[in-house]
C-alpha cells in the first residue's frame, strides 16, 4: 500500500523549532489526507495537523495552533510539520499517518490505515 518514513525529531530547548518530515512511497495515489499525531508517555495518541492531499486543506489541535505549521510536498510525496516555539509539554513520539478510503474527518486516528513508525521530539524546559 503506502509506506511511511518520519524524520527530524530531536532534543530542543523551550522556545526551540524543529522541521519534521513524512516521506511517503508506493501507492500514494491512494492517500486522501495525511495527518501528524503525538503520544507522550501514558497518554493517550492525540491529533496535532492534517493536510489534505487534494486541495491542501489543513486542520490544527487547538494547542498548537499558531505555533505548528503543516504543508506538503506532493512533487516529493512528502509532509512536513514545521514546529516553533516549543514547549515541554509538546514532547512525545510524533507519527505520521495516511488516510487511503476517503477524506474523512482529519481528526481520529482510527480513520488512518497507514502509519510511520514514529520520531521522537524532547523539549527540555
Known amino acids: 500500500q503506502v509506506q511511511l518514513v518520519e524524520s527530524g525529531g530531536g532534543l530542543v530547548q523551550a522556545g526551540g523549532s524543529l522541521r519534521l518530515s513524512c516521506a511517503a512511497s508506493g501507492r500514494t495515489f491512494l492517500i486522501y489526507t495525511m495527518g501528524w499525531f503525538r503520544q507522550a508517555p501514558r497518554k493517550e495518541r492525540e491529533f496535532v495537523a492534517a493536510?489534505?492531499?487534494?486541495?491542501?486543506?489543513?486542520y490544527y489541535a487547538d494547542s498548537v495552533k499558531g505555533r505548528f505549521t503543516i504543508s506538503s510536498d506532493k512533487a516529493k510525496n512528502t509532509v512536513y510539520l514545521q514546529v516553533n516555539s516549543l514547549k515541554p509539554e509538546d514532547s512525545a513520539v510524533y507519527y505520521c499517518a495516511a488516510d487511503l478510503d476517503a477524506p474523512y474527518t482529519p481528526y481520529d486516528p482510527d480513520r488512518y490505515d497507514q502509519w510511520g513508525q514514529g520520531t521522537q521530539v524532547t523539549v527540555s524546559s
Open positions: 493536510i489534505r492531499w487534494i486541495g491542501s486543506n489543513t
